[in-house]
């Protein structure tokens, strides 16, 4: 292992470590995270439209998870993927030529030394994406093409070897898991999420009136 890349490994853990002291400031409150009765589910619709609205709720989902434990397995599988594919990126730019004649051509792909090129940025920025997580989806996008095209390549070559596809596939499924469930709170992109949402919230409602007239019914109904 090179200095440089135990340099950028370092790097990777420290803004990670950074990533969660900025969010740890920023923390909102258990109260408006976890609805925990009747009256707090009774709060007012959402402003806005109800696109806007939907896509609020879809953000929260998807990026602002429940759970420490959760949340904490999402990091350490951000940070693992994204160390250890930044050295495959490495290694592709490192002689583009070479991985180009061994794994673009034979997939009889058009400008195969350009492709090659592609695919070490992708695996470099996305690792780093992934790392900080910042732009979860996209790096995790990147990484997970990148890998099912490196799982295509081995198929085509050399069958269904799983001592050759075992490494591609763990990387292909924990970039298209970190896709489809999201960064974390851990991540920046919980940070800005957070944050954005607040404003939002902020601006439609500054002085919470329509909280506190929902909580008059509430106790009203109940």
């Known amino acids: 292992m090179t200095t440089t890349l135990l340099l950028e490994l370092f790097a990777g853990f420290f803004t990670a470590f950074i990533a969660l002291w900025v969010l740890?400031?920023?923390r909102p409150t258990a109260a408006a995270l976890v609805p925990s009765n009747r009256e707090e589910r009774a709060v007012a619709p959402?402003?806005?439209?109800?696109?806007?609205?939907t896509v609020r709720q879809a953000l929260k989902s998807y990026v602002l998870r429940e759970g420490r434990l959760a949340n904490l397995g999402l990091l350490i599988l951000r940070l693992a993927i994204g160390a250890m594919m930044i050295h495959h990126g490495q290694d592709k730019l490192a002689d583009p030529q070479a991985f180009a004649?061994?794994?673009?051509?034979?997939?009889?792909?058009?400008?195969?030394l350009f492709l090659a090129h592609v695919a070490g940025y992708s695996e470099i920025f996305g690792s780093w994406l992934l790392i900080l997580g910042l732009l979860s989806p996209l790096g995790a996008l990147a990484l997970t093409?990148?890998?099912a095209v490196a799982a295509y390549h081995h198929i085509l070559t050399s069958g269904f070897n799983i001592y050759v596809l075992e490494l591609v596939v763990l990387y292909l499924g924990g970039s298209l898991a970190l896709l489809l469930i999201g960064p974390g709170r851990y991540s920046f992109?919980?940070?800005?999420?957070?944050?954005?949402?607040?404003?939002?919230?902020?601006?439609?409602?500054?002085?919470g009136t329509a909280?506190?007239?929902?909580?008059?019914?509430a106790a009203e109904a109940g």
Do not use: R, S
Not at 101 to 112: G, Q
């Open 24 to 26: 740890a400031l920023n």
């Open 46 to 53: 959402a402003p806005g439209t109800p696109i806007a609205a």
């Open 101 to 112: 004649t061994n794994y673009v051509v034979p997939l009889h792909l058009p400008f195969p």
């Open 145 to 147: 093409g990148t890998m």
């Open 189 to 207: 992109d919980a940070g800005i999420v957070a944050g954005v949402l607040d404003d939002q919230e902020g601006e439609t409602d500054p002085d």
């Open 211 to 217: 909280t506190v007239q929902a909580y008059g019914l």
